[in-house]
């Protein structure tokens, strides 16, 4: 994929699950949310592997080791093992490792998805800032994290401790809803001590590299649900995506996505794996897309019928057409509406 502007979603005369060698997934708002397997995941993914696509799980989220979400996955009926398992825990401890000397001390705000990969290479974790640390890193710890272990770090960073973090993520979806998630953490340090950390998650290129590390992808398509971290994170790295529509993006902002956040393709679920996607042309002053055509012009307008999809589809090409490398400010509502999204 070029760096260039993108104005529509591409085309695919093949499976994505076929074009691709590798799928890069992100866990939560794609394949579960609150634990659960999001509709028609299990057996998508099943057709994916069979068709003979390696299946990557590449999450944000550090809480929980790479054997624990391998674990639950398979609960879930994805068979799957450790190694197919990337965490933002991985790529930060390797961040920090490249920069501090082997078995130097690290404070641990988080959980043990942190303490595995540390020791993984070759650093120690630690409790307190007392027990001098070359280095905090803090990553998402659960709803149970004690507010003190924010002091901790502060502590720490206070005294010229350098400072990391899994990733910045804002919220994070769950059975019941939104909740705040690392960022919102990291937030409540930076506010406190007016450090920055090194930040190693999606969509920065620590992550990336890490995955492609552990995958070998030589053709990898990146699927996820978040434009600020998975979308943005295919641009950094230079390869394709897939947006679902199953966790925390929703129409509106899919159509005011800068060029950093537009997908390359855009499906509902992960069936779009399984399925080619269709052409979206010029017609006349707009763009049509299956029964749909869509024009920007006071606002975003859409004439037609058909598959939901393809109208949005169809609306996305109007409006980064318009937006071209800004965000498109036109009113979606009376268009988004037509289409129940």
Request: glycine share 12%.
């Amino acid at each position: 994929m070029s760096q260039s502007v993108r104005t529509r979603p591409e085309a695919s005369g093949q499976a994505l699950s076929e074009a691709y060698d590798t799928a890069l997934l992100d866990l939560d708002g794609v394949v579960y949310a609150g634990g659960n397997a999001i509709a028609h995941a299990v057996e998508s993914l099943a057709a994916a592997r069979a068709g003979g696509m390696h299946l990557a799980y590449v999450t944000n989220n550090a809480l929980r080791t790479p054997d624990t979400v391998a674990d639950h996955l398979t609960e879930l009926g994805i068979p799957t093992g450790a190694d197919d398992v990337i965490t933002s825990a991985q790529a930060v401890a390797r961040l920090i490792s490249d920069q501090v000397p082997s078995g130097a001390r690290v404070l641990v705000i988080g959980g043990d998805g942190l303490r595995v990969a540390l020791r993984e290479r070759g650093l120690e974790p630690v409790e307190s800032a007392d027990d001098d640390p070359v280095a905090v890193v803090q990553g998402y710890g659960g709803p149970e994290l004690p507010w003190g272990r924010f002091a901790e770090a502060c502590y720490a960073i206070a005294r010229g401790v350098p400072w990391y973090a899994s990733n910045t993520d804002l919220t994070i979806p769950g059975a019941r809803g939104i909740a705040p998630g690392n960022g919102a953490a990291v937030e409540v340090v930076r506010i406190a001590t007016g450090a920055e950390p090194q930040v190693a998650g999606k969509p920065l290129p620590p992550m990336h590299r890490e995955t492609i590390l552990r995958t070998g992808a030589e053709r990898p398509l990146v699927v996820g649900d978040r434009l600020d971290t998975d979308i943005e994170g295919a641009f950094n790295g230079e390869v394709d995506s897939l947006l679902v529509l199953t966790g925390v993006t929703d129409g509106a902002r899919l159509l005011a996505a800068p060029p950093q956040h537009r997908p390359t393709y855009v499906d509902a679920d992960l069936r779009g794996m399984l399925t080619g996607q269709p052409e979206v042309t010029q017609a006349g002053d707009g763009f049509r897309c299956g029964g749909w055509t869509a024009t920007a012009g006071t606002e975003l307008e859409l004439d037609g019928d058909g598959e939901a999809l393809d109208g949005l589809r169809a609306l996305c090409a109007a409006a980064w057409t318009a937006a071209g490398d800004g965000v498109c400010t036109l009113d979606p509502g009376k268009a988004l509406a037509r289409l129940g999204l």
